[in-house]
């Protein structure tokens, strides 16, 4: 009888962790959905926008630009390039797997360019006054040893005076041009884009919290709207506050890092 007891309850914790397993799996494969129908959009949206300028009478517009998907899944999803493309989708710049998402320090340069200028000196990490800058671990594969933020643990403080840049002799950190500036205006230097993730939000729960609003540096970039927190890219630098103060059980703030960062100047 004991033996039997014994059976069954073997069988209910197999069928519970079963049960588990699928719900985590079927988790997985709808944000990975949502990654690629992200994508689509976005690639559909740039595509319409440039036939409507190849369509403008002296425009002088050649036609949209194509979007490089891979690049843009292997920002949201470092293991896209384990998965196909799907039918339709023109795959140009293929790569033999994903790049991990890394942030930067304020100023960097491309990633494809940062890789090359930096030569692992460290003089950025030895300028910066909050030890926000690391070198990065094994784990980021290519970009092991370059410099990098680890937002969860010592977010960016965007110094105004940007030690980091000045202490950069290679090119992998620049200063924006003040000409490019308009009079009085001061540069806003953008590492990276925070999202929140509402289903782990304790504002979209069935609770309360704006502790992420309260403590960001940057006026503006999180707004209450109804008691919950919503992100305004438009003046979100990714300084990854919000994710490092973020109280949630399942952390609710992400960020990820800028992708149109500037190529750097080459000597001719």
């Known amino acids: 009888m004991f033996d039997w007891f014994k059976k069954k309850d073997a069988n209910t914790q197999s069928d519970a962790d079963e049960k588990d397993e699928k719900r985590r799996y079927n988790r997985r494969q709808f944000l990975r959905g949502s990654f690629v129908r992200d994508a689509l959009d976005f690639s559909e949206g740039d595509a319409a926008s440039g036939a409507q300028q190849a369509s403008a009478p002296n425009s002088g517009a050649s036609g949209h630009q194509k979007v490089d998907l891979l690049a843009f899944l292997g920002q949201l999803d470092p293991h896209s390039s384990e998965r196909q493309l799907p039918p339709g989708v023109d795959e140009f710049n293929p790569r033999p797997r994903g790049t991990i998402p890394v942030v930067r320090p304020p100023g960097a340069v491309a990633e494809h360019d940062f ?10 990490l030895d300028a910066c006054p909050h030890d926000s800058i690391v070198a990065a671990p094994a ?6 040893g370059t410099p990098m933020i680890d937002l969860l643990d010592n977010p960016c403080r965007m110094c105004a005076d940007t030690p980091c840049i ?25 590492i990276g884009l925070a999202l929140l993730q509402q289903y782990n939000c304790l504002a979209y729960n069935h609770s309360f919290c704006t502790v992420c609003a309260e403590r960001c540096p940057h006026e503006g970039a999180i707004i209450l709207d109804q008691g919950k927190p919503r992100i305004v ?16 059980p399942m952390n609710a703030m992400m960020v990820m890092p800028n992708p149109s960062r500037p190529p750097a100047q080459r000597p001719e």
Do not use: W
Request: net charge negative.
């Open 115 to 124: 890789l090359q200028f930096c030569t692992l000196c460290d003089a950025c």
């Open 139 to 144: 784990r980021f594969r290519e970009a092991a």
């Open 166 to 190: 000045n202490a950069c002799e290679t090119g992998a950190l620049v200063a924006i041009d003040p000409a490019a500036l308009a009079p009085e205006e001061k540069p806003v230097y953008k």
């Open 233 to 248: 890219a438009e003046h979100c630098t990714g300084c990854g506050v919000c994710h490092s103060v973020c109280p949630a």
